[in-house]
């Protein structure tokens, strides 16, 4: 479902798009990371793929809004399996430093809902991207970014989770009218 509706604002995107570059956007990313993972485990891997939407006025900066949402089965300590709807809001705020860098900072309010509890938390970043552009109406869009997992309980692992992670965003972005 995720990946039709990405694809159907993809081709909106670029069927109403006109030839200069208006400040809304739609977009996705793709969030890899190195770290601290959601299962307080140390590892790399995939975190989230997040569809985005606001405004960016390219020389000046932009603010992105993006709501992320997966299931997944995991097993209880006891070997019984339980369903996880993971849910997350993210607020991204860009500053350009030129014609193609710019330094971005991040927040992301991140939630894991189970039968057996619910956990939510806060995380923080702060790091730097630029974009490719593949048309005046469409670019990619590659971020790197420092990640603080702020301290939170998590009932699934049955333990304090905290730390920090470097995460990759790989993404697109589209101008719409």
């Known amino acids: ?41 140390a590892s790399s891997g995939i975190v989230r793929i997040t569809p985005f939407a606001g405004a960016w006025i390219q020389g000046l900066g932009y603010l992105r809004v993006g709501y992320g949402m997966f299931d997944f089965t995991s097993k209880a300590d006891g070997g019984e399996k339980y369903s996880v709807k993971h849910r997350d809001l993210s607020v991204l705020l860009g500053i350009s430093l030129g014609p193609g860098p710019y330094l971005q900072g991040s927040y992301t309010r991140a939630k894991n809902l189970s039968a ?6 806060h995380e923080w970043g702060i790091g730097i991207g630029t974009t490719f552009p593949l048309s005046p109406m469409a670019a990619l869009v590659t971020e790197l970014e420092y990640r603080w997992v702020l301290s939170h309980y998590d009932p699934f692992v049955q333990e304090k989770i905290s730390g920090t992670r470097l995460q990759l965003n790989l993404g697109f972005v589209v101008y719409v009218y």
């Not at 069927?15 to 570059?21: I, N, P, T």
């Not at 057996?116 to 938390?121: L, R």
């Open 1 to 41: 479902m995720k990946k039709i509706f990405l694809l159907v604002c993809f081709c909106m995107g670029m069927a109403f798009s006109q030839q200069s570059q208006l400040p809304f956007v739609i977009g996705g990313t793709l969030d890899l990371a190195t770290g601290v993972m959601n299962d307080n485990a």
């Open 116 to 121: 057996i509890g619910d956990v939510s938390w």
